[in-house]
């Protein structure tokens, strides 16, 4: 099927870390997305991976990949409660139309 | 640089009515998305335009949406007539070609609501 999967809320306290997890369906996707979207707001892409990695890192934020187990995962080092949003992990599979295919989106709230 | 924009941003309606949303996209884009964000879910791609051509409409419920963009540019969303499962937020994306990647630009999005 094409659900993508995610835990749908996580809470942490300002300052530590926050690890949100992603299971995607398609093992031929190249990219791997996260989104955030704040409320009332569009989706802004934060990172995304290429398939071929098993880890990135941009700043506060790490991605791991492991694709045996078609499992994704975003780290937010030192939380603030800006960071609080909903996230959405997306997979584009190699199916033609390069269409993504969006998780449920995990809420995110940071508590002062 | 401007981004994409949409209008309304919000809108009642009551079931069996007509209603439209427009999208303008990043200037320069060819691909442009329309997808239905239903409340608590993450964002279905109802359709997707490669200039002024349809890539994938597979998702698109034809016997009451359409959806346009004559001259490759903006594009409008229709529902006709709407049924209270299309409450949702609609959003339009624009990326500046077809491909994983290329980076997928969203608008604030149109809160639809069917009473």
């Known amino acids: 099927g094409e659900d993508v999967e995610q835990s749908l809320f996580l809470s942490v306290r300002e300052g530590d870390s926050s690890v949100i997890n992603c299971t995607y369906t398609d093992s031929s996707s190249t990219y791997l997305y996260w989104y955030k979207q704040e409320p009332g707001a569009g989706l802004q892409l934060l990172t995304y991976i290429f398939s071929n990695m098993d880890m990135k890192q941009d700043q506060r934020l790490t991605v791991l990949l492991n694709k045996k187990d078609k499992h994704l995962s975003l780290r937010i080092a030192d939380t603030q409660t800006g960071d609080s949003a909903i996230y959405f992990c997306?997979?584009?599979?190699?199916?033609?139309?390069?269409?993504?295919?969006f998780g449920t989106g995990t809420r995110l709230k940071v508590l002062a | 640089e401007a981004g994409v924009a949409q209008s309304p941003r919000y809108k009642i309606i009551e079931k069996r009515q007509s209603v439209a949303f427009w999208c303008n996209p990043i200037?320069?884009?060819?691909?442009l998305y329309w997808y239905q964000q239903i409340l608590g879910q993450g964002p279905k791609l109802l359709i997707q335009?490669?200039?002024?051509?349809?890539?994938?409409d597979s998702q698109l419920p034809k016997d009451r949406f359409s959806a346009e963009r004559l001259k490759g540019v903006d594009s409008t969303l229709k529902i006709q007539p709407a049924k209270l499962e299309d409450s949702a937020v609609y959003l339009c994306?624009?990326?500046?070609?077809?491909?994983?990647?290329?980076?997928?630009?969203f608008g604030p999005g149109t809160r639809l609501t069917v009473t």
């Open positions: 335009f490669q200039n002024n051509g349809v890539v994938d």
């Open positions: 200037s320069g884009h060819a691909t």
């Open positions: 997306a997979e584009s599979p190699l199916s033609g139309t390069y269409k993504y295919i």
């Open positions: 994306a624009s990326s500046l070609e077809r491909g994983a990647n290329y980076e997928q630009y």
